[in-house]
């Protein structure tokens, strides 16, 4: 039987956190994941910090894109209370803030979603990682070929996870093969029984985003994908042993 699937906990623990704050991250740890995936973007004033949408709009009290806005702005948002009401005094946390606290914790996966500014979000982003000594335990992502050929050019030895979409699968094992990557991370309704045997073949490991009801991790599970995006890691844990 083999070894069940990582537990990934997708923006942290969000289904039960306000996503990609330091709140998701603790719970996530608290609930036994394996790995934290966060999202990560430049301000105005090119600090990266860990928020998923382009906007400010849905998940903080702020409006407009987080380009246009300076570190300054942002950190004084509310970033919880769309949630719960009480979380009225979360914060969108700066890449530093979080890998300063979870990376000597827990493998952290970074998903880069650079705006124009890719070479600014990769350097900063690097400079990071670099400060906190977390190569070993940070997994870089992004969908922008861009971004991962310039995280692997400065840095050879970083860890890439290769997100790839329907359509993009030729693509996505060619820029794997060029980065040394460890995984291929596909959507949920990719994988099948001879996409985790191709990528086995090639010595990728399979991370399938973003399962959150207990028969699909099941069913990820029996067809042998190494790891789960969930935003309930705990799912994973207790319904993803292998059958
Ligand atoms: O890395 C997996 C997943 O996070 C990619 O999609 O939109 O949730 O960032 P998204
Ligand atoms: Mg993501």
Redesign the pocket.
């Known amino acids: 039987m083999q070894a069940r699937p990582l537990a990934i906990a ?1 923006r942290g623990a969000s289904g039960i956190m306000p996503e990609n704050t330091r709140l998701a991250f603790v719970k996530a740890l608290d609930l036994g994941a394996d790995a934290l ?1 966060f ?1 990560v973007q430049l301000t105005r004033d090119e600090v990266p910090v860990v928020i ?1 949408d382009e906007t400010l709009d849905r998940t903080t009290s702020g409006t407009g894109a987080v380009a246009d806005h300076d570190l300054a702005d942002i950190v004084g948002l509310d970033a919880g209370s769309w949630f719960t009401a009480s979380y009225s005094n979360v914060t969108v946390p700066t890449l530093e803030e979080v890998l300063s606290t979870f990376a000597p914790k827990i493998t952290c ?1 970074i ?1 880069l979603k650079p705006d124009k500014r890719v070479s600014q979000l990769v350097r900063h982003a690097l400079t990071v990682v670099a400060r906190f000594d977390a190569f070993a335990n940070v997994i870089f ?1 992004s969908f922008s070929a861009d971004a991962i050929r310039e995280i692997h050019k400065h840095s050879p030895d970083a860890r890439i996870g290769m ?1 790839t979409e329907r359509g993009g699968l030729a693509r996505s094992f060619k820029l794997a093969a060029e980065t040394g990557a460890e995984t291929l ?1 596909p959507p949920v309704g990719m994988v099948d029984r001879s996409l985790v045997t191709e990528c086995h073949e090639r010595g990728l490991g399979v991370l399938a ?2 399962a959150n009801e207990k028969g699909e991790i099941a069913l990820l599970s029996a067809l042998g994908v190494d790891g789960i ?1 969930s935003d309930h890691p705990d799912r994973v844990r207790k319904q993803g042993t292998a059958v």
Do not use: G, V
Request: charged share 25%; no cysteine; net charge negative.
């Open positions: 997708h995936e999202d998923h996966n998903e992502s997100l991370n985003w973003t995006f």
